[in-house]
């Protein structure tokens, strides 16, 4: 069975860094997003990468936000910097087969196309 699990989130003040983490057991990360929800908003996708290294990210996050992977710990990292209230947020990651990243630039990243989804972590930004 595949499991996701967010870790990393906290309270941070404005301008302040995170890195979250997803890890998985029972299968390879390899198309991985980033979503949050904030309460009363819809989900929103605000990064990817893909099996072959293409990535992606919103505007909303476009030179804050860095997507990596770590392959031999099976794991995704999202390093979060200058982060800002309007960041605040539950953070979830979540699977789906093979898509380049050059797609979600076009189209847009909806939840709809991930099917395998972690619990999330709740990132604050708050002074």
């Known amino acids: 069975q595949v499991q996701l699990v967010e870790s990393g989130g906290g309270l941070v003040q404005p301008g302040g860094s995170l890195r979250l983490s997803c890890a998985a057991s029972?299968?390879?990360?390899?198309?991985i997003g980033w979503f949050r929800q904030a309460p009363g908003k819809e989900r929103e996708g605000i990064s990817y990468?893909?099996?072959?290294?293409?990535?992606y990210y919103a505007n909303s996050v476009k030179g804050r936000f860095t997507i990596s992977r770590d392959n031999a710990k099976n794991t995704v990292f999202l390093q979060m910097n200058s982060l800002k209230p309007g960041d605040t947020a539950l953070y979830y990651c979540?699977?789906?087969?093979?898509?380049?990243?050059?797609?979600?630039?076009?189209?847009?990243?909806?939840?709809?196309?991930?099917?395998?989804w972690g619990q999330g972590t709740q990132v604050t930004v708050s002074s």
């Open positions: 029972g299968f390879t990360l390899d198309n």
């Open positions: 990468i893909s099996s072959d290294g293409s990535t």
């Open positions: 979540a699977a789906r087969e093979y898509r380049s990243a050059n797609y979600y630039y076009r189209f847009g990243m909806r939840p709809q196309d991930f099917g395998s």
